[in-house]
Structure formats: structure tokens, C-alpha cells
Antibody, heavy 120, light 110 residues
Framework: QVQLVQSGAEVKKPGASVKVSCKAS????????MHWVRQAPGQGLEWMGW????????NYAQKFQGRVTMTRDTSISTAYMELSRLRSDDTAVYYC?????????????WGQGTLVTVSS | QSVLTQPPSASGTPGQRVTISCSGS????????VNWYQQLPGTAPKLLIY???QRPSGVPDRFSGSKSGTSASLAISGLQSEDEADYYC???????????FGGGTKLTVL
């Protein structure tokens, strides 16, 4: 079955960077865009962008441009999201989610989430 | 401030029918399809409805979606205690070139 498994929780200091991984299995990794979405504690969902695992092309939400980098390693079917110059309000659970074959920009399934805590 | 507008809360008793609204604009709901996600407490979101009114396999037919103009709605009939969750609408926005979400609606089963 299609599965996305993310890396473990991280604690970072303000100004540092974090890199979260998302390992895909059960489908052709290069066949579907991979999205990244975050959720601050007690808050709603916020889309960060997508990467095309086939070409490496990306589309970042304007809010994160200049601070986020999405990459992939097709040899191990893994997508990565790196966020730099971390601030306390970047504390959130970060999810990867595959673009669904049902419809473009439909996110299904989702990874289990990675908690990133930014604290001095 | 979310691009799509949802009521922050909704509630109903077991067996009842509840609806959750989602309001947008011509650049998102007005020109693209709407998806709904269910987030049970402490878990990752799960796709509930795609393309306005389609259910993925495994989603009970108690859940239905509709869209009209720049608004959409999710209906849950025969409400069950396990439906208590946060529900989010989402759509592609042509102006922002981004996926946009509603702020989420917390459904309480009384």
C-alpha cells in the first residue's frame, strides 16, 4: 500500500535550519508531486509548496520563498524539506503528502508528521 | 487569516445531519475543485472528499460534498461519535499559485 514515512522529531535553536525527510513506498515515486504542509500547535493547515520528484522542479508558497528548499533523492524514493533561519513561530508539525491520482492538488496520503520545535 | 472561510465549530447529536460551509472566491473555489480533509485528534489529515463530491474508497457514504459558485459544503448524515474531528476544505488558488485551506471546523458530537 502507499505509505509515506517521515523522519523523527527535531529541536532547533532560532536561526538554525532543519531538514525533514519523507520516504515513499508502494508506488512510483517519480510519478506524483510531493507536497509539504505544516500545522502550528492548535492551528490550521498551511501549504508550503510542492516538488516534482521526476524533474526536481518546485513551487513554493510565497510566504516561504527564500527560506524553504525542497529536494528529492529518487534512488531511495525520499523527498526532503529544509527550512532555514528558523524562528519560534516555525514550531509546528510538518507533513508530506502525495499528490493524488484522483485529482491534481488533492493530497493523499499524508505522512505521519514531524514535530519541529524551535526554542532557545 | 485563511483564504477559505469555515465556521470554527459545529456540533450535532448522534444520528443527526450536520453541514460545514466553506467560502472562497473566483480564484479558488470559483474556478477549481474543492477537497475536504478529516483530522482525527492527534493524527495526520486524511482525504475525505475530492473533486467537490467524490468519495475515496473506504469513506462511508454518510459523507457528501457539494459546490456552488464560490462556496462549498460538507454534509455528514447519521452522525457518529467517531466523526468528532477537525474538518478542512482546500482548493487550488490560481492567483496565489498555491493550495489554500480553510481555517478548519471542529465538529463535536454531543
Amino acid at each position: 500500500q502507499v505509505q509515506l514515512v517521515q523522519s523523527g522529531a527535531e529541536v532547533k535553536k532560532p536561526g538554525a535550519s532543519v531538514k525533514v525527510s519523507c520516504k515513499a513506498s508502494g508506488y512510483t515515486f517519480t510519478g506524483y508531486y510531493m507536497h509539504w504542509v505544516r500545522q502550528a500547535p492548535g492551528q490550521g493547515l498551511e501549504w508550503m509548496g510542492w516538488i516534482n520528484p521526476n524533474s526536481g522542479g518546485t513551487n513554493y508558497a510565497q510566504k516561504f520563498q527564500g527560506r524553504v528548499t525542497m529536494t528529492r533523492d529518487t534512488s531511495i524514493s525520499t523527498a526532503y524539506m529544509e527550512l532555514s533561519r528558523l524562528r519560534s513561530d516555525d514550531t509546528a508539525v510538518y507533513y508530506c503528502a502525495r499528490d493524488s491520482p484522483y485529482s491534481t492538488y488533492t493530497l493523499d496520503p499524508w505522512g505521519q508528521g514531524t514535530l519541529v520545535t524551535v526554542s532557545s | 487569516q485563511s483564504v477559505l472561510t469555515q465556521p470554527p465549530s459545529a456540533s450535532g447529536t448522534p444520528g443527526q445531519r450536520v453541514t460545514i460551509s466553506c467560502s472562497g472566491s473566483s480564484s479558488n473555489i470559483g474556478s477549481n475543485t474543492v477537497n475536504w480533509y478529516q483530522q482525527l485528534p492527534g493524527t495526520a489529515p486524511k482525504l475525505l472528499i475530492y473533486s467537490n463530491n467524490q468519495r475515496p474508497s473506504g469513506v462511508p457514504d454518510r459523507f457528501s460534498g457539494s459546490k456552488s459558485g464560490t462556496s462549498a459544503s460538507l454534509a455528514i448524515s447519521g452522525l457518529q461519535s467517531e466523526d468528532e474531528a477537525d474538518y478542512y476544505c482546500a482548493a487550488w488558488d490560481d492567483s496565489l499559485n498555491a493550495v489554500v485551506f480553510g481555517g478548519g471546523t471542529k465538529l463535536t458530537v454531543l
